[in-house]
């Protein structure tokens, strides 16, 4: 069956980066694009952005633009999304998710704090 | 961008009553293929969100049958037949006709 596992919870300072990681299993990895979903606490869901089957093209929501990066690594089934310049209002549960969102990791708790 | 609205945003329900959700977009949902990108998932608390209907009205699969969705162009509907204990849990809305993707508020489920 479709499985896609995150990386564990990170901590960071006001500034720096972060890079989760979610590897997929059960599937063709390089079939589909794939999404990037996150929410803060107590509130809803905000779609972050999409990176194409080959990983050569992305697109990104406006307020994320220049500070997210997605990639992934077809050798591993590993899919990669970076957040830079990290604020306070960046902590959230980050969540990536297969093509139209029919399948989704566990999450990835990211704290902000100085 | 397309703006998705939902109602109510909070919903006491009765064990064994029915329930419904609106859900209204800002532009039509209806793309060139034909098809309508109108999508509900369901999050219970402590969980991944989970979808339950895609394009309207087809139920992904293992979702039980009395959840159904509705609706056409910018005007859609969820119902839960008769809601159980495991329904508890915020519903939303989204729109996959096009990037960027868009949710609706969510809709708070409770049993009264």
């Known amino acids: 069956q479709v499985q896609l596992v995150q990386s564990g919870a990170e901590v960071k300072k006001p500034g720096a980066s972060v890079k989760v990681s979610c590897k997929i299993s059960?599937?063709?990895?390089?079939?589909?694009?794939m999404h990037w979903v996150r929410q803060a606490p107590g509130q809803g869901l905000e779609w972050m952005g999409v990176?194409?089957?080959?990983?050569?093209?992305?697109n990104y929501a406006q307020k994320f633009q220049g500070r997210v990066t997605m990639t992934r690594d077809t050798s591993t089934s590993t899919l990669y999304m970076e957040v830079s310049s990290l604020r306070s209002e960046d902590t959230a549960v980050y969540y990536c998710a297969r093509d139209h969102l029919d399948n989704w990791g566990q999450g990835t708790l990211v704290t902000v704090s100085s | 961008e397309v703006v998705m609205t939902q109602s109510p945003l909070s919903l006491p329900v009765t064990l064994g009553q029915p329930a419904s959700i609106s859900c209204r977009s800002s532009q039509s949902l209806v793309s060139s293929d034909g098809d309508t990108y109108l999508n509900w998932f369901q999050q219970r608390p402590g969980q991944s969100p989970r979808r339950l209907i895609y394009?309207?009205?087809n139920r992904d699969s293992g979702v039980p049958d009395r959840f159904s969705g509705s609706g056409s162009g910018t005007d859609f509907t969820l119902k839960i037949s008769r809601v159980e204990a495991e329904d508890v849990g915020v519903y939303y809305c989204?729109?996959?006709?096009?990037?960027?993707?868009?949710f609706g508020q969510g809709t708070k489920l409770e049993i009264k």
């Open positions: 394009k309207v009205s």
């Open positions: 059960g599937y063709t990895f390089t079939r589909d694009y």
């Open positions: 989204m729109q996959d006709k096009q990037w960027p993707y868009t």
């Open positions: 990176i194409n089957p080959s990983g050569t093209s992305t």
